[in-house]
């Protein structure tokens, strides 16, 4: 149980636009995140983050990232096999480093 005051009364609010900003700012730094990502768990985080920034900018809401690949995945049924990759990757138990194959796929 967390104690203090509710988070609302700590963080203004922002309005949609503003946060449709930040989601484009975010994104904009993509290709810094595929240099940085050597190991499949930050390329996980790079595909699924750049889904998720993709649905809220398209849909105009945020969701979770299980949500947003099962929308990509009906959405653009191209990335069905990276999607896929990247959601395996999220839960391995140890992570490994990117295969050229995956380098060139995110």
């Known amino acids: 149980e967390l104690a203090g005051p509710p988070p609302t009364e700590l963080i203004p609010s922002i309005t949609t636009a503003d946060y449709h900003q930040a989601v484009r700012e975010h994104l904009s730094s993509a290709?810094?995140?595929i240099a940085r990502a050597t190991s499949r768990q930050p390329g996980s985080y790079t595909v699924l983050t750049a889904g998720r920034g993709l649905y809220t900018l398209r849909m105009g809401e945020h969701a979770s990232k299980a949500?947003?690949?099962?929308w990509m995945r009906e959405q653009y049924p191209e990335w069905v096999d990276l999607?896929?990759?990247a959601l395996a990757w999220r839960i391995m138990p140890e992570d490994q480093e990117l295969?050229?194959?995956d380098r060139a796929d995110i």
């Open 31 to 33: 290709d810094d995140w």
């Open 67 to 70: 949500r947003t690949a099962a």
């Open 83 to 85: 999607l896929d990759r």
């Open 99 to 101: 295969t050229a194959k």
